[in-house]
């Protein structure tokens, strides 16, 4: 880019140059005219310093937004790897769940026959409670 702008300068300059150039060569004999070939060379000169300036800040933001699209981009494949990794975590996670409900099945059967077997030790023990009143009953006889 910098070197882009650099020769299209280089053409400029030349250009212009060579057109006072021929003036003065046709036009020598006036005396008034170096004067008028000097003013211009300076002004040349003074608009290809502007220019030089000009296409070296267009070329510089061009820089600039080029570096943040890279940013930008290298950001997005962060993020991407990022929810590739997440995606992989939770089916890791589903496999393992997966893989978990037959003990799980099993815990809760174990739960069921545990509060079964307790309905039955309450009732065993109303039972027995029963039984012993109904005995003493008996001895007092
Ligand atoms: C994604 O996971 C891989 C392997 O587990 C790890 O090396 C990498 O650093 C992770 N990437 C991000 C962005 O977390």
Redesign the pocket.
């Known amino acids: 880019c910098a070197d882009w702008s650099t020769l299209m300068l280089q053409i400029f300059i030349s250009l212009m140059l060579d057109d006072a150039g021929v003036e003065t060569a046709e036009e020598a004999t006036e005396p008034s005219e170096p004067d008028v070939n000097e003013l211009c060379k300076d002004m040349f000169t003074k608009m290809a310093v502007y220019l030089q300036g000009e296409l070296t800040a267009t070329c510089e933001d061009y820089k600039l937004l080029e570096n943040m699209n890279k940013l930008t981009s290298l950001k997005y494949l962060?993020m991407k790897?990022?929810a590739?990794?997440i995606s992989?975590n939770l089916k890791d996670l589903n496999h393992e769940y997966a893989s978990l409900q037959p003990y799980l099945d099993q815990i809760n059967q174990i739960e069921e026959r545990v509060a079964a077997l307790e309905q039955a030790a309450y009732r065993l023990d109303a039972y027995s409670k029963r039984l012993e009143a109904k005995f003493k009953k008996l001895e007092k006889r």
């Open positions: 962060e790897d990022i590739v990794n992989r």
